[in-house]
């Protein structure tokens, strides 16, 4: 599956490339632009994260971003907040209202996915009915550091700190 989801996201890529534009980049690449994918086609997903109260929380979507002086970011996608029983105490929608950071890992070819790279990605965003929080996207591609976890973690408060990423896909796609 891995295998499939790989080649989907080099056709991804290449379509991307034929529409977007280049811009000027820094020696590491986080002042690129490019495309974030959680948990929707063709990665796998929904991307999933867990709280020390055991709640939950399961996310998708999809967006673009640009990091470094003048970073922007846009996108959103839906979610599904449930406590530690399995019944849901929020669900809607999110959209992103700006960025933190993003830290390049590096383009996917040691993985077999040129044009795919990898990093780890700080949004703030807005989940409807849920409110305001940091959503940090990780995608394992290229060189992460040890100790990295492929996908999500949310950081809403109020007992909704969703810090153990435990399931879906990322990546994020040059533009």
């Known amino acids: 599956m891995r295998r499939l989801a790989a080649v989907g996201l080099v056709a991804l890529a ?25 948990g929707v086609e063709p990665v796998e997903g929904p991307d999933m994260a867990v709280a020390p109260n055991g709640s939950t929380v399961q996310l998708n979507g999809s967006g673009e971003f ?21 019944s849901t105490v929020a669900s809607g929608s999110w959209t992103v209202t700006g960025l933190g950071g993003f830290v390049s890992y590096g383009e996917g070819i040691p993985q077999g996915a040129p044009g795919v790279f990898g990093g780890q990605l700080q949004l703030r965003v807005n989940l409807a009915g849920a409110g305001d929080g940091l959503l940090t996207v990780t ?24 810090t153990h990423s435990t399931g879906g896909e990322t990546a994020f796609v040059g533009l």
């Open 66 to 86: 640009q990091a470094g002086p003048g970073k922007n970011a846009s996108g959103g996608g839906s979610y599904v907040i449930k406590d530690a029983s399995g």
């Open 14 to 38: 290449a379509a991307f490339a034929l529409t977007g534009s280049a811009t000027a980049t820094n020696a590491n690449g986080n002042h690129d632009h490019y495309a974030f994918l959680a």
């Open 139 to 162: 995608c394992l591609l290229g060189a992460p550091p040890g100790g990295a976890d492929e996908g999500i973690t949310l950081i809403l408060g109020d007992g909704w700190n969703f």
